[in-house]
């Protein structure tokens, strides 16, 4: 098998793997961002392995969980929540933020799926 065709495997494994680890991140904008963050970092690795562009989806939704988590995570601490009386405002960014992690979720998905398809095709050239 020649460097190329290793580099494509590589990154369809690693992408598999991102796939599920990204999913973890849906719990709360605090532990799920770190999550979503470390995830993050796996993607560009996939992404200088590979040489495949990650998909809009993932980048957008991505961005959109950071804020949004940021927010829910900000409100919360000017509030001086402890963690068990979350203000209203605070809870509704961080069901959002749950939303929208499903969304990188299935951008990952896509990432993932694109990966294998390039594999493939080079597979069969």
Do not use: C, H
Request: proline share 3%; net charge positive; hydrophobic share 55%.
């Amino acid at each position: 098998m020649d460097t190329s065709k290793q580099r494509r495997l590589t990154a369809v494994v690693l992408a598999v793997v991102a796939v599920p680890l990204t999913f973890l991140s849906i719990f709360d904008p605090l532990e799920g961002g770190m999550a979503l963050l470390a995830t993050f970092v796996l993607n560009r690795l996939i992404r200088v392995v590979s040489g495949t562009p990650t998909n809009r989806l993932y980048l957008w939704s991505f961005g959109a969980a950071v804020v949004t988590g940021g927010i829910a995570l900000a409100i919360a601490v000017t509030q001086g929540s402890d963690g068990k009386d979350v203000p209203g405002v605070a809870m509704a960014f961080a069901y959002a933020y749950a939303g929208i992690t499903l969304l990188v979720t299935a951008g990952a998905a896509l990432y993932a799926r694109d990966l294998l398809t390039a594999y493939r095709s080079s597979a069969n050239a």
